[in-house]
């Protein structure tokens, strides 16, 4: 059983547009959200993050936006660029306010695909 | 934030053999973890290693499996014993907590093909 769904296997965007990267979760217990970026032959690397007790969070071009009453969260990317293709990883973490500090639920990501 | 060197990047094996893969961290940190994902699939926790002490293995892995050796609070490794075509994963280990000032951290990652 999927406890974060990325729904989208891929998505294709023209330089310059906006990216947007959807994440769902079932577990309410989720209280921290990642996404991850990870090009082919490397592990994957950190993004941007949101607790619970955030509805935004905004780095540079990108920002995470999260819906708790829908259990879904979304990464912006404004504007795309070629050099983000790559695949985007959700992850949850369960129990993060209550001192479970290590242990992450992923997705199975979305490679997104910038075109110039 | 921690920079991780993993080797090796890629093998393949013959079934029935033993690999073990080895992570370096450029800091001392207390918990290392290991990853697999296998094609198609997510993430998937299998143990945290522990300096000092046996790792702590989640849900559906086990140490006869895969055993993990921390030495030193800088490096680990992870063997995927008795191979078999079903462990052909990626696997990565990675360092780093949530509550901490630097999220998880990971390495290149090693492209395991057992035939």
């Known amino acids: 059983d999927q406890q974060v769904k990325q729904n989208s296997p891929s998505l294709s965007v023209q330089e310059g547009r906006i990216s947007i990267l959807n994440c769902d979760y079932t577990?309410?217990?989720?209280?921290?959200f990642l996404w991850y970026k990870k090009y082919p032959a490397e592990g994957p690397t950190f993004l941007i993050s949101?607790?619970?007790i955030k509805d935004k969070n905004e780095d540079g071009r990108f920002t995470v936006f999260l819906n708790k009453s829908a259990k879904h969260l979304s990464l912006h990317i404004v504007p795309s660029q070629p050099g983000d293709s790559a695949v985007y990883f959700c992850?949850?973490?369960?129990?993060?306010?209550?001192?479970?500090?290590?242990?992450?639920?992923w997705g199975l990501g979305t490679s997104l695909a910038v075109n110039p | 934030s921690a920079v991780i060197s993993q080797k090796p990047s890629r093998d393949i094996c013959q079934r029935g053999t033993s690999l073990t893969i080895q992570c370096q961290v450029d800091?001392?940190?207390?918990?290392m973890f290991w990853y697999r994902q296998q094609p198609g699939q997510s993430l998937t926790l299998i143990a945290t290693?522990?300096?000092?002490?046996?790792?702590?293995?989640e849900s559906g892995f086990v140490i006869d499996k895969f055993p993990i050796s921390r030495p030193n609070l800088t490096f680990s490794t992870l063997t995927v014993s008795n191979m078999s075509p079903e462990d052909s994963s990626i696997y990565l280990c990675?360092?780093?907590?949530?509550?901490?000032?630097?999220?998880?951290?990971f390495g290149q990652g090693t492209r395991l093909t057992v035939v």
């Open positions: 992850a949850a973490s369960p129990g993060y306010n209550a001192g479970n500090n290590r242990k992450l639920i």
């Open positions: 577990n309410s217990m989720f209280d921290y």
């Open positions: 949101i607790s619970s």
């Open positions: 800091s001392q940190v207390t918990m």
């Open positions: 290693a522990n300096q000092g002490s046996e790792a702590t293995y």
């Open positions: 990675s360092v780093g907590y949530l509550a901490g000032s630097s999220p998880p951290t």
